[in-house]
């Protein structure tokens, strides 16, 4: 396109089949005001929501200082800028070189339009695609699975159920036997969902991750009042209202690109939670904090505070 936006977007719409509407939100949801709220919430998810993942935060535990922690979030947001911004040429890419009914006829959902893309740029695309979507799976997967295995082994099994008792030879065991189970688990819901569209569950694990853990981090570094229960209402409220309003949502059914599209139970409208699900969480951190008899401990706050703060 000759490195003009403007006549990047001007032929994606042209190629859409939907004319000028293809640039405004909504068009997917035959109503503006929908659409809107949709596409607002997903902006919020992507960009609240990325922060607080657990497989990102584990990373800032790898640095010695904390000064090192904030220039790793500064190059970090530098990259994640870089990669939205791709994100949308991609997206726009496949619309104006492809055109919508050729994506939509290989697989109703898009999930494979950067794959078309790159097949059509040629071999050596796709196979630089290719490369790059297995290492960023096994990467992120890694990730999840470190930290699914560190929670399981150390939170559950340690702490919840030993009282701290168990030995580390133990810990490792269940360690890496959860380790063994996420893989078998993981796999075999791929087997099963490989047909499906589950796009949604990436905008689902940003909307959990900013309405259940992004809510109870804030509040514990920036709030003296903050308490454990107010952490456990915004961390379990969160998660439970943001899986319930994605289970009922267009995503899951009611649309034909739907998980279920012959089954209607979308009674939220919105396709992604977290315009309504951040908000919840960090209410119910504050109504839990405010309503919890328990004075909090200011001494444990101020030590925290300067931890996280202090330029060292």
Partial sequence: MGWDPAALLSRAANHSGLGDGFLRPGVSHGNQLVGELDSL???????????????VLMRLRTVPTARSARRSVEITAWLSLACCLMVGVIGFGAAALLGRNTIVADNGTGNTAVLMLAESLGAVFVTMISCI???????????????ASAALAHDIYQVGIMNGKASEKSELLVAGGTVVLVGLTATVLSLYAQAEGISFLVGLALAVAGSAV????????????????????????????????VVFSPAVSGTPAALLPDQDFAYFPLGNPAVVSIPLGFLLGWLGSVLDPRRPDAARYAATEISVLADV
């Fill in 133 to 147: 979507a297995f290492t960023t799976i096994l990467a992120v997967v890694s990730g999840l699975v470190l930290t």
């Fill in 41 to 55: 919430s997903v902006q919020l998810s992507v960009c609240i929501g990325a922060v607080a993942m657990p497989h």
């Fill in 214 to 245: 992004l809510p109870a981090l804030l509040y514990t570094m920036f709030w003296s009042r903050f308490t454990t229960r107010g952490a456990l209402w915004s961390t379990y409220g969160g998660l439970i209202f943001s899986v319930l309003l």
